[in-house]
């Protein structure tokens, strides 16, 4: 059964880039057809998707972030990433990364908080 | 981009009740949709998806239903561990959540 473990710094400086990692366990993340996503929510409060990578390395983005935002798999080492460019507090969430078909996330990881503060 | 709202935004229930929650597209959305579960301090749980497709290993109590821009998500009969909070998500063009419905106990 594949498990998804998000990991990265807690904590980071407003301006700089947070960067998580989300490493995928029991199954491999270039097999079957895939997208595997970031969705993040802000402490009492929703949902919001980030963006999505394919099995094929192409790229989906929440427009209201693309700009900042850069979602990557690295197939040797069974992991996806994200990139969040030019953090401020009001990118403080719990993020998660997610497993799923086209039309829905099957498999999320446990989630981790980044705060942004100096 | 396509807006979902939720109605209604909380309620208290007890177990054993039947309860609705809707689920409304700004725009037309096929059956692009997937019903969420999330608990305090935990990830969402898929539920459904293509607004009536039960997820495996999900209890049959859960329904969901529509097409278009009105969807429906039911729990036939309330049980203790379904006090949560329920998201609906689009698929239709990148993927977007509602505001979600908070159920707990009346």
Redesign the interface.
């Known amino acids: 059964q594949v498990q998804l473990q998000e990991s990265g710094p807690g904590l980071v400086k407003p301006s700089q880039t947070l960067s998580l990692t989300c490493t995928v366990s029991g199954g491999s993340i270039s097999s079957g057809s895939y997208y595997w996503s970031w969705i993040r929510q802000p402490a009492g409060k929703g949902l919001e998707w980030i963006g999505r990578i394919y099995t094929s390395g192409s790229t989906n983005y929440n427009p209201s972030l693309k700009s900042r935002v850069t979602i990557s798999v690295d197939t040797s080492k069974n992991q996806f990433s994200l990139k969040l460019s030019s953090v401020t507090a009001a990118d403080t969430a719990v993020y998660y990364c997610a497993r799923g078909g086209y039309d829905s996330s099957g498999t999320w990881g446990q989630g981790t908080l980044v705060t942004v503060s100096s | ?1 396509i807006r979902m709202t939720q109605s209604p935004s909380s309620f208290s229930a007890s177990t054993g009740d039947r309860v609705t929650i809707t689920c409304r597209a700004s725009q037309g959305i096929s059956s ?1 949709l ?1 019903w ?1 579960q ?1 608990k305090p301090g ?5 539920l459904i ?2 607004a009536s497709t039960l ?1 495996s290993g999900v209890p049959s109590r859960f329904s969901g239903s529509g097409s278009g821009t009105d969807f429906t998500l039911t729990i036939s009969c309330l049980q203790s561990e379904d006090f949560a909070t329920y ?1 609906c ?1 689009q ?1 239709y063009s ?7 419905t908070k159920v707990d106990i009346k």
């Open positions: 981009a692009y997937a969420y999330q935990k990830a969402p749980k898929l998806y293509a997820q998201y998500q698929y990148y993927p977007s959540f509602g505001p979600g």
